[in-house]
């Protein structure tokens, strides 16, 4: 059940009350809105002291179906589906035409090396390593108090 709300401060058209509030509420409604907002995959990213870790969550692609490209300090990582479902049945044709895409940007910090980037993409999830330059892996060492 859908409520609608009422605000009887809003200027209505006289003859019809709630007529705007109707539509403002059927457009802003969270099921179509969810539906035309385009999804992009969650991403999580960690560090290391020897790499950068970043994993997107992105279930029913294949290894092919991603493109990773690095310019300059900007890792992108896109995706670009096509399909075609065709049903003859019948004395009637269908066909559907499903397009899916996508594209994540990073900025790597300075400390990366962008020579030393590996992608690998299992059950779902894109996992991409970068190794950071020797002179940015963190020391660590104990400081003596005197």
Known sequence: MTLIKFNPDKKNNALMPGFNDIFETFFNDSFLSDRMVTRVPAANISETPEQFHIELAA????????????????????VEQQSENTDNQKNYNKREYS???FVRSFTLP?????NSVEAEYTDGVLKVNIAKKEEAKSV???????
């Open 110 to 114: 300075e400390s990366a090396d962008d």
């Open 99 to 101: 397009y899916n895409s």
């Open 140 to 146: 660590r060492r104990q400081i003596e108090i005197k």
């Open 59 to 78: 279930p029913g692609l294949k290894k092919d179906d991603f493109k990773l490209q690095l310019d300059r300090n900007v890792l992108s990582i896109s």
